[in-house]
């Protein structure tokens, strides 16, 4: 018998903005999908995946390799298996049916990094009523590496901040960034010296904004681990984030560990 489920909200992007004009390519981190969802599933959670639009997410090909698992092989195998194949990857839920099916089912909630989150999940406005739900409720909910900048769907208007960021106003998006729910709370994510690889090898461009300044100017208290690269996770209230890739399976232990003391208590 199942614990709970636990909602994975995956993105639909494949393509970010780059300074300049243009875009270059992006989706979801695979290890970072896969890693915690199969903890959840091995812990006795249900998953269940959802998404914009409804469709699977886009995985980013520079993370399809072994050496995002560690270089373990049948690690790799088993992940990359459990997202082709198996049903709870492949059952895909628009956000807006999850929310009209109701969201007191759920016991937690998980997003996963790869840049795809700065696109589309940041500013979307069902996923700011998921999130909304769940921190007046307390509920356990997890952001990996790029992951994090999804919790400022909760903005009451994600979508202007996002374009003033682009945009370079800080006067406006600081006005925009007022009624942030997680204001105050101790966050990680994706840092700017770690994007900085990406952008030169992959994007060929900046992006126009770093994650820790668009979270830091919403009220965030963001603490990033200066060894890049280095697994660093932060828990706060029921704020769960990871810095990068290799904070998959750290990540993992506690959103599992987060939500067996919450059954435990309820």
């Not at 992006?26 to 890693?35: A, I, K, P, S």
């Not at 790029?146 to 996002?162: F, K, N």
């Not at 280095?230 to 990871?242: A, F, K, N």
């Amino acid at each position: 018998m199942s614990k709970g489920k636990v909602l994975v909200v995956g993105s639909n992007a494949t393509r970010i903005e780059i300074q300049g004009g243009g875009t270059g390519p992006t989706g979801q981190y695979l290890n970072e999908t896969v890693v915690p969802a199969l903890a959840l599933v091995d812990a006795g959670y249900e998953i269940v995946l959802a998404t914009p639009d409804g469709t699977k997410p886009h995985i980013d090909p520079v993370s399809d390799v072994v050496q995002h698992f560690d270089g373990d092989e049948a690690a790799y195998k088993r992940g990359r298996a459990f997202f082709d194949n198996d049903r709870a990857m492949n059952d895909v839920r628009t956000l807006r049916s999850v929310i009209d099916e109701g969201l007191d089912g759920y016991a937690g909630v998980f997003v996963p990094g790869g840049q795809a989150p700065v696109v589309d999940l940041m500013q979307d406005a069902d996923l700011g009523e998921i999130l909304r739900h769940f921190h007046a409720r307390r509920k356990p909910t997890a952001f990996l590496c790029h992951g994090p900048i999804a919790s400022l769907a909760a903005l009451p208007r994600a979508r202007e901040y996002r374009a003033a960021l682009i945009a370079g106003d800080v006067s406006k998006a600081s006005d925009l960034s007022r009624g942030w729910q997680y204001a105050g709370y101790e966050m990680t994510v994706f840092s700017a010296s770690e994007e900085k690889p990406i952008e030169e090898q992959i994007l060929h461009g900046k992006l126009y904004f770093t994650m820790p300044d668009a979270l830091g100017m919403a009220g965030g208290d963001v603490r990033t681990n200066p060894v890049d690269f280095s697994p660093h996770v932060i828990v706060d209230r029921e704020l769960i984030t990871g810095q990068n890739p290799r904070s998959d399976h750290p990540l993992a232990a506690k959103l599992v560990e987060a939500l067996d003391s919450v059954m435990v208590t309820t």
